[in-house]
């Protein structure tokens, strides 16, 4: 069975996700640890726990969830999965997190092992995570979505109460409103949602409540 652990990383309050199942094998999602303390947090955390990391996935790349990519890559030598059409926003993070946020991003930051494709799969043990192409916030953004668990680990396209902001480069408001709708929204109203900031919520509540739907 699915396990997990929620790191709050970096001044922005980005959930990094680690997670594991009884065959102790594990991924992270959106590792935004850029301070060497909260990185310390997650490799002690692995260890403490006998856990093998697998795989580095991306909701997507916005600055703010890679800065512990280079971190991940020095560590255990694994490079990040994501969508292709994630490419140009990877490309350029190191310069909008320098213009944006005043943060360089240690550099190098790792080629990706692989492209996410939608409705793929991307499995570590017994666990199984099903791909949902989710567009709007970025061109790339996906979900990943657990069945057997019930959980989504939408990134920042749902939160609760709230929608990723789509006024950035390349961000399309009327592709997330769909991704939301015809992607999340269709999921079983039971499923927990984990997004890439703040609390958690579920995809009943978010369909009758969500003031931006």
């Given at each position: 069975?699915?396990e997990?652990?929620?790191f709050?990383?970096?001044?922005?309050g980005?959930?990094c996700?680690?997670i594991?199942d009884?065959t102790?094998e594990?991924a992270?999602?959106?590792c935004?640890?850029?301070?060497p303390v909260?990185?310390?947090r997650?490799?002690?955390?692995v260890?403490d726990?006998?856990?093998?990391?697998?795989?580095v996935?991306?909701?997507?790349?916005h600055?703010?969830?890679?800065?512990?990519?280079?971190?991940?890559y020095?560590?255990y030598?694994?490079r990040?999965?994501?969508?292709?059409?994630?490419?140009p926003?990877?490309?350029a993070?190191?310069?909008?997190?320098s213009e944006?946020?005043?943060?360089?991003?240690?550099s190098?930051?790792?080629?990706?092992?692989?492209?996410?494709?939608?409705?793929?799969?991307?499995?570590?043990?017994?666990?199984?995570?099903?791909?949902l192409?989710?567009?709007?916030h970025?061109?790339?953004?996906?979900?990943f979505?657990?069945?057997?668990?019930?959980?989504?680990?939408?990134?920042?396209?749902?939160f609760?109460?709230?929608?990723?902001?789509t006024?950035?480069p390349?961000?399309?408001?009327?592709?997330e409103?769909?991704?939301?709708?015809q992607?999340l929204?269709?999921l079983?109203?039971?499923?927990?949602v984990?997004?890439?900031?703040g609390?958690?919520?579920t995809i009943g509540?978010?369909s009758v409540s969500n003031p931006?739907?």
């Amino acid at each position: 069975m699915m396990e997990f652990k929620r790191f709050v990383s970096n001044q922005i309050g980005e959930n990094c996700y680690l997670i594991w199942d009884e065959t102790k094998e594990a991924a992270i999602i959106d590792c935004g640890a850029i301070d060497p303390v909260k990185q310390q947090r997650i490799s002690q955390f692995v260890a403490d726990n006998g856990l093998t990391l697998k795989l580095v996935l991306q909701t997507h790349t916005h600055f703010d969830h890679i800065f512990g990519l280079p971190f991940l890559y020095r560590e255990y030598g694994l490079r990040p999965m994501f969508h292709i059409a994630e490419q140009p926003i990877y490309d350029a993070a190191p310069q909008m997190s320098s213009e944006w946020f005043g943060v360089d991003i240690p550099s190098p930051l790792p080629a990706p092992q692989a492209y996410l494709a939608d409705n793929s799969e991307v499995v570590f043990g017994n666990t199984t995570l099903k791909v949902l192409h989710t567009p709007g916030h970025t061109p790339g953004g996906v979900s990943f979505y657990e069945p057997n668990s019930g959980v989504v680990f939408t990134g920042d396209t749902l939160f609760a109460g709230g929608i990723g902001r789509t006024d950035l480069p390349l961000g399309n408001y009327a592709d997330e409103i769909n991704s939301i709708r015809q992607r999340l929204f269709t999921l079983p109203p039971s499923t927990v949602v984990y997004p890439g900031h703040g609390p958690s919520s579920t995809i009943g509540d978010e369909s009758v409540s969500n003031p931006y739907i």
